[in-house]
DNA sequence: CCATATTGGATCAACTTTGGATCAATCAAG
DNA sequence: CTTGATTGATCCAAAGTTGATCCAATATGG
């Protein structure tokens, strides 16, 4: 076994905390032990330290000890796949209204028509929840599409993979009355028509709108 | 079994690395040692490790070790590895504004404690464009925490593993002098100001202001 | 409130490990 | 044979580790 050097140290140490090992908030051993358990000398054992500081994994309060700042990666082995409603409509509120914006610099005439299409096709489906939701989840990618930017396309993608999981189908019966229906085919019109008129603020303005109308119709349904 | 060249060393090396026996940043056992485990003599084995360093798979440093310096592509999906630079910031853009206003909701005082440190630690890097760039990765990656939703998080944590890509890698040497590094600073400290003060459109409106700059610097290197 | 123990921070010179380089001897393939 | 690569040995310079010591900040307990 070769001897082990600061960065040795450092990289089973991250690994360390992002198995768990140590949780967010705690405090590590102290310096001068952790250095004799990891068989390293003190200084070395700082240099790991530092490291994993610079990454943002750890603080050091002198005087007091070394604390994990960050959460393990295992506590969240699929954020996607146990995120709430709520949050999912937090992450939507922060990328979609800026995917209008983008939307009218890069959208063109065909992305336009296939969002028109959509939203026919959801106007058909005022008493068809499950036609609806799948043409909505279209249209909110399409407007991403849109966009020309892989990597929005992408997490937009990840996002929507959310909506066929058990809690949110059950959520979706629960909201989706004709009623609700219907407003949220106003507001897909009405930032279809912002898009095509080139108003990117006008367009992120109902977007919010339409996320607002969403987040309201979920809590409401939570309380029932 | 013929006697193994440096060639054939250099496949299984790379076909170890590319199947994450040595992650990113880990460093290789010595020359001395590796060259025995593979049989051969330590000469073949340097012009092995060589060819690799020529790929780009490793980096050595004399006096300290070979260190692996690709991440494994089966990590990266392929939307998150194939994006450029500026799809990257027109993400950012998306996100991190809103990220900012959650973070006036739900962020806490450690959390706000944990961002100043990294102020400094990122003050105190103007003339290292690599501790800069950690502790800056770490401070977005801070803000996203604090939102306390884990779709965030993660949303964030996927966009953050794109920095560490090769091309961006470069891209860094080429903007990050210590003027726009101060100008960095500046503005993160004026977001963090906002945040403590729970001023939440404030806070939003600087870190739009702050990816701006961002952008520019990045078109200003691009056209040099 | 203070005294004391404990914590991390910093420094230093001696030592060890690391990769870099070279070269004559040896081996394998054409 | 001849050519090309590998071998094994040796020396070198760079970098890192060590162990010791002193300091400053914090925590603890009376």
Redesign the interface.
Known sequence: M?RR?A??IA?EMRRSIEAGTYRR?ERLPPSRKLAESFGVARNTLRDALNQLE???LL?TRPGSGTYV???D?NQ?PD??G??TPL??I??R???E???CR?CVLHGRREDFDTMEELCARMEAATNDPVAFSEADTAFHRALASA?R???????I???NT?RSLDEWMRMRHLTLDPDIISEYNRQHRQILEALRSREPERAAVMMKEHLETARLSLTRAAET
Chains 1, 2 share one sequence.
């Open positions: 070769a050097n960065t040795d990289s908030f610079n990454e943002g603080e700042t960050v959460q990666q969240i954020a996607v146990d995120s949050e999912l937090d992450a509120f922060a990328l209204p800026h995917i983008l966009t930017n892989s990597l929005l396309i992408w997490l993608g990840q996002i959310v």
